[in-house]
């Protein structure tokens, strides 16, 4: 029977099992693997946002811990978790009918009581949150769901596809997201996190994904004309309820079981070698006319037991090298692939691939601008180790948690804010580098186990370095923002005694008193009671009535019984401030004797103005003050009753920094471009960056941002402040090239990213 032009018949197979998928189906995997990258990238950039304010609202320390947890996890691992993700759907469409999604082959209601019975609680929260999620998208998006369903049955009508082994159905990517957060080094607190966010972030955004993959086969002319699901389909029976579609868990089978819940490790029989198989497909499809079969026989062919013991014969050499000397894998490897006389020998197609891949992944870490040369060099001497455990297991490219490559990253990682010691200083990491290093040099075979070991007991060392190292960065961002409450302080002392002294005379010492003495006590009130208080309130008033009292403005006929009245409470209130805060008693009381004598020519200028005004006619007024003064104090009684007064404490006043440090005044906002802005904005706390001064190198990272004075406060490895910065001049820094961002994530899946985009582009070209 004829079949449509779009519908393709897998009945002629390929021997081996594969066969080429239809190019509609092609289309729908690369578009919606961009499109699914995309929709990955802003979970993850909404996720920060979304965990700090969980973490800060949090109602135990716990709580908040585990949200941290969650944080950085989510941002060492997010491009792998990405990677992984998309794998696992790519596998989806090549092995299409066959692939069973991990979601789907180990439902709660497909394992007996007895199995389930082992599962752990935490294995079970995992596998309903996941399950959940499952449930969700197929309920809100069924519409969708189903038509595609409709339209990818239509490409394959000889394959029976359920709709769980659909490409991209919920369980497909849910199945992918569970496999990408089993490797998560958090517990299963911060998973669970990890898994509700994805509920609660993802379930809405793949509405408009799925909608998108409908228009990719529409435009393939697959369906084109159908509105809604055909009649008579269904969605698809939820996991836990749908056993007729999935295979049945055994009770022997349960340690794999409990293993695939919380590993998510493809087993060695099954899919392990998924994502080599996809690289190695990817290298070959680069050879364009390589025409490169190798064939067993004769001396010229090493097996790989014959090349793993050539490698196990030039492992130590590197130990030879000189310091900082970096060979590469290819150079390495000519004395092994080279018989006595000269003619190189042929290996077979997999191994040839394992040594293709593994001198890229080191090439891509060797050129690395994020490592320092020094760790470049100790690193490069692990590639004949990492070879051997390439060639003797495949899991080794698609394990995110495999101990090789997790020793890789944490490796790298350490080393990301390393600078070299002056000659003569102890230098505890690089120490600790080349032992691991070392040790592998010179103890590993075979058994990997080794790398398992070094990882556990350099983790340990990274963790106390680590906790040192918080610790003194606590310290500084403490400080920090100490200080930046000091300047906030100061600075609404110094406004307002400037609002209340601009167009005052007033005398030297009383100018000191109130620019010093006085000061620090309204600085005081603030940090204690803030700008908001009855007590500042208070001390705003009484500074008022202290500059009037020597410069009184305007001069009425009663302002020297004004002042008479108000003097004695005003020196006594401010005597009792200054004890407040233990200014020195000694110089509270000269402070006071000056005040007193300033009274004293304040009360002079104005029986000078009074007698003035007396010769000029106005003797009404003249004859009234004279008459008020036969029954008012005099100013002498008033300085006595000044000075009766005890001294205080002597108060520890650290000095205030009102500037920043030189150079990291804000620029002008309007001359920097918004970009930068964002940039800067973008920036979290923990970054590393690479700063650049007077052709000098630094690295350091971003230790604290201070709300209160919008400062970003830079530290070196060794938490020591480098820097500080204001949003404008941050940003005017990174548009000049001054800052450069460094990227600390995990340096073995930047690299496994980058083969695999590289390979990709080879084929497109």
């Known amino acids: 029977?004829?079949?449509?032009?779009?519908?393709?018949?897998?009945?002629?197979?390929?021997?081996?099992?594969?066969?080429?998928l239809p190019h509609a189906l092609v289309r729908l995997r690369d578009a919606s693997g961009q499109s699914l990258k995309s929709v990955l990238a802003g979970f993850f950039d909404n996720s920060d946002d979304a965990l700090f304010e969980l973490a800060d609202k949090a109602g135990s320390n716990q709580d908040q811990t585990t949200y941290f947890?969650?944080?950085?996890?989510?941002?060492?691992?997010?491009?792998?978790?990405?990677?992984?993700?998309?794998?696992?759907?790519?596998?989806?469409?090549?092995?299409?009918?066959?692939?069973?999604?991990?979601?789907?082959?180990?439902?709660?209601?497909?394992?007996?009581?007895?199995?389930?019975?082992?599962?752990?609680?935490?294995?079970?929260e995992q596998r309903v949150a996941i399950d959940n999620l499952i449930n969700k998208l197929r309920n809100r998006h069924s519409n969708a769901i189903r038509m595609l369903n409709a339209r990818v049955n239509h490409l394959v009508p000889s394959v029976q596809l359920s709709d769980s082994q659909m490409p991209l159905s919920?369980?497909?990517?849910?199945?992918?997201?569970?496999?990408?957060?089993?490797?998560?080094?958090?517990?299963?607190?911060a998973k669970l996190v990890v898994l509700k966010l994805f509920d609660r972030l993802l379930a809405d955004t793949l509405g408009e994904f799925y909608q998108e993959a409908n228009r990719t086969l529409i435009a393939e002319g697959v369906l084109p004309d159908m509105k809604r699901p055909p009649v008579g389909d269904r969605p698809a029976p939820s996991p836990s309820k749908s056993a007729e579609t999935s295979q049945p868990v055994r009770a022997t089978d349960v340690n794999d079981l409990r293993s695939a819940a919380v590993n998510t490790v493809p087993s060695p029989g099954g899919q392990s070698d998924g994502t080599f198989s996809e690289l190695s497909a990817l290298l070959h499809q680069g050879r364009i006319g390589d025409g490169e079969n190798v064939t067993a026989g004769g001396n010229g062919f090493l097996d790989t037991s014959a090349l793993m013991a050539r490698l196990n014969d030039i492992q130590s050499l590197p130990r030879e090298w000189g310091q900082g000397r970096v060979i590469s894998l290819a150079e390495q490897l000519q004395p092994v692939l080279r018989t006595d006389n000269g003619r190189a020998y042929n290996v077979g197609q997999v191994d040839s691939d394992v040594i293709n891949l593994v001198s890229m992944l080191f090439d891509f870490i060797l050129e690395d601008r994020q490592l320092h040369p020094v760790m470049k060099a100790l690193i490069g001497r692990l590639q004949i180790p990492v070879l051997k455990v390439a060639l003797s297991d495949k899991n080794f490219f698609n394990r995110g948690g495999h101990p090789v490559r997790k020793l890789l990253n944490e490796l790298a990682m350490s080393a990301i804010g390393w600078t070299e010691k002056q000659n003569g200083q102890r230098d505890p990491l690089r120490?600790?580098?080349?032992?691991?290093?070392?040790?592998?040099?010179?103890?590993?075979?075979?058994?990997?186990?080794?790398?398992?070991?070094?990882?556990?007991?350099?983790?340990?060392?990274?963790?106390l370095d680590r906790r040192r190292r918080e610790l003194v960065e606590q310290r500084l961002r403490d400080a920090e923002e100490g200080r930046a409450k000091q300047e906030r302080a100061a600075r609404a002392a110094r406004q307002m005694l400037d609002e209340v002294t601009t167009g005052r005379e007033l005398p030297d010492s009383v100018n000191s008193l109130m620019r010093e003495a006085w000061s620090k006590y309204l600085q005081w009130t603030v940090l204690r009671e803030g700008e908001d208080s009855e007590s500042w309130a208070s001390a705003v008033e009484l500074t008022r009535k202290l500059v009037w009292s020597v410069d009184p403005r305007p001069v009425t006929d009663s302002t020297r019984t004004e002042l008479l009245r108000s003097i004695p409470s005003i020196v006594d209130d401010l005597r009792q401030a200054l004890q407040e805060i233990s200014w020195d008693p000694f110089a509270t009381d000269a402070a006071i004797r000056d005040l007193e004598l300033a009274h004293v020519d304040v009360f002079q200028r104005l029986v000078t103005s009074r007698v003035s005004s007396s010769r000029n006619g106005n003797t009404g007024a003249l004859d009234e003050t004279s008459a008020a003064d036969n029954d008012e104090p005099s100013v002498v009684e008033a300085g006595e009753a000044v000075n009766d007064l005890e001294a205080s404490e002597v108060v520890e006043s650290r000095p205030v920094v009102d500037e920043p440090v030189a150079g990291t005044e804000p620029a002008p906002e309007s001359e920097i471009e918004r970009a930068w802005l964002d940039r800067a904005d973008s920036l979290r706390v923990g970054s590393w960056i690479e700063l650049t001064r007077d052709t000098t190198k630094t690295r350091c990272k971003l230790a604290a941002f201070i709300k209160a004075t919008g400062k970003y406060i830079f530290v070196n490895r060794s938490g020591a402040k480098v820097a500080e910065y204001y949003r404008e001049s941050l940003a005017q820094a990174m548009a000049c090239d001054e800052i450069t961002m460094l990227d600390d994530g995990l340096i073995f899946d930047r690299a496994l990213e980058s083969i695999i985009d590289n390979l990709r582009s080879s084929r497109k070209d």
């Open 170 to 189: 919920p369980e497909v990517i849910c199945g992918g997201l569970a496999e990408a957060c089993s490797d998560l080094d958090i517990d299963i607190r």
């Open 431 to 463: 120490e600790k580098i080349e032992s691991v290093v070392d040790r592998v040099l010179n103890e590993f075979t075979d058994n990997v186990d080794l790398f398992s070991e070094l990882l556990t007991d350099f983790s340990h060392f990274m963790d």
């Open 69 to 124: 947890d969650a944080m950085r996890e989510l941002r060492l691992r997010r491009k792998l978790m990405t990677v992984s993700i998309l794998q696992y759907i790519s596998r989806a469409f090549n092995d299409i009918g066959r692939f069973q999604p991990g979601s789907a082959s180990a439902n709660l209601d497909e394992v007996d009581q007895d199995s389930l019975s082992l599962l752990d609680h935490s294995e079970l």
């Open 1 to 20: 029977m004829a079949q449509d032009s779009k519908v393709v018949s897998f009945s002629a197979r390929i021997s081996g099992g594969q066969f080429s």
